[in-house]
């Protein structure tokens, strides 16, 4: 009767829990509120929101809902500022002065 190997069991019993190590936060911004307010009337206005603002503490319903607009933060359209910002691209395609 040797030890048991409590690593493997341990392991195992988990069930493949994937919580190890979470990304990179990438910076998520929300733009402008997108809700369609007058969709039920076949209508399209949007209540203005240019921001998504949280109306309370991360980690809480309230954080989902605009302070501003009252919206869920899903109508906001969402804007992820990647690391290596292609912004620096845009400007060098402008080069067409070529006779
Ligand atoms: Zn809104």
């Known amino acids: 009767m040797g030890p048991q190997q409590e690593r493997s069991s341990r392991s195992t019993a988990n069930g493949g829990g994937g919580a190890a190590a979470r990304k990179a936060a990438a910076a998520v ?9 007058a969709a039920s009337i076949g209508g399209y206005a949007v ?3 240019r921001e998504f603002m949280a109306s309370g503490a ?8 605009c302070a ?3 919206c869920h933060r ?6 992820v500022a990647a ?3 292609a912004d620096c691209d845009r400007s060098s395609t402008t080069t067409s002065s070529a006779a």
Do not use: K, V
């Not at 911004?29 to 307010?37: D, F, G, I, S, T």
């Not at 991360?58 to 809902?65: F, V």
């Not at 899903?74 to 804007?79: G, I, L, P, T, V």
């Open 29 to 37: 911004h929300y733009r402008e509120c997108q809700r369609n307010h």
């Open 47 to 49: 209540d203005g929101c």
């Open 58 to 65: 991360e980690g809480t319903a309230a954080a989902l809902l």
């Open 83 to 85: 690391e290596a910002a």
């Open 68 to 70: 501003a607009c009252a």
């Open 74 to 79: 899903s109508f906001h359209r969402r804007e």
